[in-house]
């Protein structure tokens, strides 16, 4: 079967159309979890933020505990001195036994840094998966 020259071009048209919907679409799912990622980051930076200034001059959890329980999400709270030594966690009875977490991604990054973050990082305590942010 022989194609006429319109069919042709509009099979043409047709396949570039198709080709730059689907080009578009993954760019957008990329924006997409880009932007979602940049502001889960952000508010848990904030909270950490509000977790630091409570604690600012003194290691008492309480203040910080009661922060995250103000939220209605589920978060995991650490808190880590600058030497590594975990002081709290909220998923762990015995966080007074848990490793050096100087040398996580995200902990490293905001030992160096300020901040950092580490996305769907499988707990090594809980075997959960979570996304980390550090400050």
Same mark, same amino acid.
């Given at each position: 079967?022989?194609?006429?020259?319109?069919?042709?071009? &509009?099979?043409?048209?047709?396949?570039?159309?198709? @080709?730059?919907?689907?080009?578009?679409?993954?760019?957008?799912? !990329?924006?997409? /979890? $880009?932007?979602?990622?940049?502001?889960?980051?952000?508010?848990? @930076?904030?909270? !950490?933020?509000?977790?630091?200034?409570?604690?600012?001059?003194?290691?008492?959890?309480? !203040?910080?505990?009661?922060?995250?329980? $103000?939220?209605?999400?589920?978060?995991?709270?650490?808190?880590? /001195?600058?030497?590594? /030594?975990?002081?709290?966690?909220?998923?762990?009875?015995? &966080?007074?036994?848990?490793?050096?977490?100087?040398?996580?991604?995200?902990?490293? !990054? @905001?030992?160096?840094?300020?901040?950092?973050?580490?996305?769907?990082?499988?707990?090594?305590?809980?075997?959960?998966? &979570?996304? &980390?942010? @550090?400050?």
């Amino acid at each position: 079967m022989k194609l006429t020259i319109g069919t042709k071009l &509009y099979i043409i048209v047709l396949t570039m159309f198709v @080709a730059n919907t689907v080009v578009f679409l993954l760019f957008q799912h !990329n924006r997409e /979890k $880009q932007y979602k990622i940049e502001m889960l980051d952000n508010k848990l @930076a904030q909270m !950490n933020d509000d977790v630091h200034g409570s604690m600012m001059w003194q290691y008492d959890t309480a !203040n910080a505990v009661n922060i995250i329980k $103000q939220n209605t999400e589920k978060i995991r709270l650490t808190i880590i /001195k600058g030497d590594g /030594k975990v002081i709290y966690d909220s998923d762990v009875d015995r &966080y007074d036994t848990l490793p050096d977490h100087r040398h996580r991604t995200e902990v490293a !990054n @905001a030992l160096k840094n300020g901040h950092g973050y580490n996305i769907n990082r499988q707990s090594q305590t809980t075997k959960h998966d &979570y996304f &980390y942010s @550090a400050t």
